[in-house]
């Protein structure tokens, strides 16, 4: 908060805190280091309250709301640890590990599980996987009615199309991130957006076109979003393929592109002398966590070497 | 960028060539700036514009002096801020009389109503933004192009202020910084004068050894020394002349002919492979540490990541060895104790301690001491009451256009440029699979292309006054009749040098890559082909 910016107060689960105007339910309570499981949102894009996962109980409001996009406003109390706030996360918690695989999600979210008591299990087994580009032939209105025996699921082969990323749908949670970076709030390529509806819905490129034919630029931003591992570069895919990713044996070393005279810094994740992922800090002024095709991909020419085919 | 009015781009494609700076570009279309962009091609970036100025190629000086002269007769230019901050204004103001909006567009080929839209839209904007990169500084009169838009800014009095300024868009990631130590012909570290007793004699003290006085050459005087015979022996780190020279077969010719040639570098390209010694390196950006300086000024720690393979050496380290070898022991300083060593000679940068470089996500110089903030507007002294330091001159600039003129045996204008995912000569963009890679074409517009019977996707010959190759034409919807493209990515299959002219700057030493005359014509097909 700087001098020149008005403060507002809030009682969140009974503690008074102060924020700067303009900021959210969710910079409240990351404040009051209240732990609140967010999974659409970055602090680099636009909120689009897709997950529901961050609601919070705020009195006067019929419904829960979401603490990431509501801005935070004077006498405001809020409830984060209610029965109603516990029951709405935890249903949303189980319906996406039900449907999603969301093993590459992050430790915080094996956490959120825990502490909100998720049972994805109780749904039933998964349903099987779709055949390759079952799911996108597939429309609302036109579906067999479900017995109920499994649970639905995005399940679906990997889209590998190139040597720089993968598209994993089997792991993605409609969180729009992807979209969000490669739209307006990034790169404004506008390259993929949601097509479908219902549990149909799913990330698509322009009539479904294979990514090296459609808009996209390959700057990765969507990668750099993805909250569970649904985008990933290529080489921590034959990593995970092979079982030889690591991240105990990682080292991130920041240092500054090599290419143009932007400066944009570059997060270089280094598993046995090998380069397997670039991201960049959200919080630098220059990217805002975001990259070129050259930052992102461009830095293989350190490791094409003879006894590294 | 994101707070500013209007965002001009100059001989700038952005969206392509610094893809993260014009994401700040768009968050300040989205707060409403209005965008205008002048270049030969209707770009990616200028397919963000309200306005595309697509002048002819050359013609910078007489489009910014048209600009001025409306912007002058409309009575719009900054008066408070001429008086002010300037000199040399009257001069100026004659020496455009002559550009009227008419005279303009016969120069430019932009149509008068669009010099006139950015002459009114730059002088009236609150804040502007003029942005420039090669399209400006690869030419003849490289220095004239930069002059003629630093005029504009005088003119108006964007400069020096929150929103409103001159940025020139670095293309290297740093060649700021190469700059900033001393990587000049005549400059010491911190653009210290090297024939200024008092500042070469600071460094000599620091030394314990006489600093020449002279200044040295640059790039292209060193080629011109090397064809008289005063430039015998030669010593490159990290550039690839052989190919990335203009005129590239009279640059090879000249390499070839030196008595002794040592190439440091990380790969064995064309230039190496010419070298009677090779000194392998490390990759600065990933394999040993330092410091390097962005387009905005701001000094950043580049780390060291991964070891670097075999035999290949910090930089740093070859230097020692090298110095030691001819009698001076420089020892085996870590890269901070050379940085401190910056620091205490160079007062730009004496307040950026690796410690406040790491804290503070890099330091925009000058920055001249240890609770200095570093310095995000440079030229806000221009504003003082009283003004601080000496007055900016406008400069009185003719329009001269490209040395490579068109005529019938040459008459289509090559310009050259970078694409989005390669970077000049390709030895490090070459290293991963682009899925949106183009590959090797010469780019026409399809008018030409069908005016010609040269079909999209065929194979062609393109020939300048200096040399031919073949390559695969291909239309493209950005460029306007008479105007063709290529990159300088690919020089292994297509080396676009051979056409390019190595006339240069005088003041810079920049060749001329953005005008070469060429003609192109059809592949005869080869004698005895069945048919």
Redesign the interface.
């Known amino acids: 908060m700087n001098e020149t910016q008005r403060s507002v107060a809030l009682t969140v689960d009974g503690r008074t805190v102060q924020v700067a105007e303009g900021a959210t339910i969710l910079d409240a309570c990351r404040q009051l280091e209240i732990d609140t499981p967010t999974m659409c949102f970055a602090d680099n894009l636009t909120p689009v309250n897709a997950c529901r996962v961050c609601v919070v109980e705020l009195e006067g409001s019929r419904t829960l709301v979401p603490a990431c996009a509501r801005a935070a406003a004077e006498g405001m109390q809020v409830r984060t640890d209610s029965e109603r706030v516990r029951h709405s996360r935890r249903l949303v918690l189980e319906l996406l590990a039900s449907s999603v695989d969301l093993s590459c999600a992050g430790e915080a979210l094996q956490r959120w599980q825990a502490d909100y008591g998720a049972e994805p299990e109780r749904f039933g087994p998964s349903a099987p996987a779709a055949a390759p580009g079952e799911r996108e032939r597939q429309h609302a209105g036109h579906h067999a009615m479900p017995d109920g025996s499994t649970a639905a699921t995005v399940g679906q082969p990997a889209k590998v199309?190139?040597?720089?990323y993968v598209r994993d749908y089997k792991r993605c949670i409609l969180c729009y991130k992807c979209v969000e970076a490669c739209g307006?709030d990034?790169?404004?390529t506008f390259a993929i957006a949601v097509a479908g509806r219902g549990f149909d819905a799913r990330i698509a490129t322009e009539y479904e076109q294979p990514?090296?034919d459609s808009a996209?630029?390959?700057?990765g931003n969507c990668i750099g979003v993805c909250p569970t591992g649904a985008l990933m570069f290529k080489s921590e895919y034959d990593h995970r393929a092979a079982g030889t990713w690591d991240e105990e044996r990682q080292?991130v070393?920041?240092?500054?592109?090599?290419?143009?005279?932007?400066?944009?810094?570059l997060e270089?994740h280094?598993q046995d002398?090998e380069?397997v992922k670039v991201t960049s800090p959200e919080d630098?002024?220059?990217?805002?966590g975001?990259?070129?095709?050259?930052?992102r991909?461009?830095?293989?020419?350190?490791?094409?070497?003879p006894d590294k085919p | 960028m994101e707070d500013t009015d209007l965002i001009i781009l100059w001989g700038s494609n952005a969206r392509e060539t610094h893809p993260i700076f014009f994401h700040h570009v768009l968050k300040g279309i989205h707060n409403g700036a209005r965008t205008m962009v002048v270049d030969p091609r209707r770009t990616s970036s200028a397919q963000w514009a309200d306005l595309w100025l697509g002048l002819d190629v050359g013609s910078d000086v007489a489009l910014s002096n048209a600009v001025a002269r409306e912007i002058i007769a409309a009575g719009l230019e900054n008066r408070a801020f001429i008086e002010h901050a300037t000199t040399g204004f009257d001069e100026y103001r004659r020496s455009v009389e002559p550009f009227t909006l008419a005279r303009g567009e016969e120069l430019t080929g932009v149509p008068a109503e669009a010099i006139r839209g950015l002459a009114h839209a730059y002088a009236t904007a609150d804040r502007a933004q003029l942005c420039w990169t090669l399209g400006i500084t690869e030419h003849h009169n490289a220095v004239d192009n930069v002059l003629a838009l630093i005029n504009l800014a005088l003119l108006t009095g964007h400069v020096g202020r929150y929103g409103s300024g001159i940025n020139p868009l670095r293309g290297q990631n740093n060649v700021q910084g190469g700059g900033d130590m001393g990587a000049l012909p005549n400059k010491l570290p911190g653009f210290q004068d090297v024939q200024n007793d008092a500042l070469r004699g600071k460094f000599e003290a620091a030394w314990g050894v006489p600093v020449p006085s002279a200044n040295g050459w640059h790039l292209s005087q060193m080629f011109e020394a090397m064809e008289h015979g005063d430039l015998t022996t030669l010593y490159v780190i990290g550039e690839n002349p052989a190919q990335s020279e203009a005129d590239g077969e009279r640059a090879r010719a000249l390499l070839s002919g030196l008595d002794h040639l040592i190439v440091q570098y990380i790969f064995l390209p064309r230039t190496a492979a010419m070298a009677d010694v090779v000194l392998p390196a490390a990759a600065s950006w990933a394999e040993s540490e330092g410091t390097v300086t962005s387009s905005e000024r701001r000094v950043q720690r580049v780390r060291k990541a991964l070891s670097p393979p075999g035999q290949a050496r910090d930089d740093m380290a070859i230097l020692g060895d090298l110095a030691r070898l001819l009698g001076h022991d420089w020892g085996t300083p870590s890269a901070e104790q050379v940085w401190d060593e910056v620091r205490s000679l160079s007062p730009m940068h004496t307040g950026m301690s690796y410690a406040r470089l790491e804290a503070m996500g890099g330091i925009q110089w000058p920055c001249p001491h240890d609770r200095h903030p570093g310095s995000p507007i440079l030229h806000d002294r221009l504003w003082r009451v009283p003004l601080e330091g000496p007055a900016a001159p406008f400069h009185a600039l003719q329009h001269r256009p490209p040395v490579d003129v068109l005529d019938d045996q040459f008459p289509l204008r090559l310009t050259t440029g970078r694409t989005l995912d390669s970077y000049n000569t390709g030895v490090q963009t070459g290293g991963f699979r682009s899925p949106i890679r183009t590959g090797d074409t010469v780019d026409i517009c399809p008018e030409d292309g069908r005016r010609l019977g040269i079909d999209d996707g065929e194979r062609v010959q393109v020939s300048s006054r200096r040399g031919a190759l073949e390559v695969r034409a291909r239309y493209v919807d950005v460029l306007r009749p008479g105007l063709v493209f290529m990159t300088l990515h690919f020089p292994d299959r297509v080396d676009t040098n051979r056409l390019t002219i190595d006339a240069w700057d005088q003041k810079s030493g920049t060749a001329e890559f953005k005008a070469t005359a060429v003609r192109i014509d059809k592949i005869a097909a080869p004698a005895g082909a069945a048919h």
Not at chain 1, 290 to 295: E, N, P, V
Not at chain 1, 297 to 305: A, D, E, P
């Open positions: 199309e190139d040597d720089l307006e990034a790169q404004n990514l090296p996209c630029v390959y700057c080292s070393t920041r240092t500054v592109c090599s290419y143009c005279g932007v400066g944009c810094n270089l280094v002398e380069i630098h002024s220059v990217t805002h975001h990259l070129c095709i050259k930052g991909f461009g830095f293989q020419f350190v490791q094409n070497r």
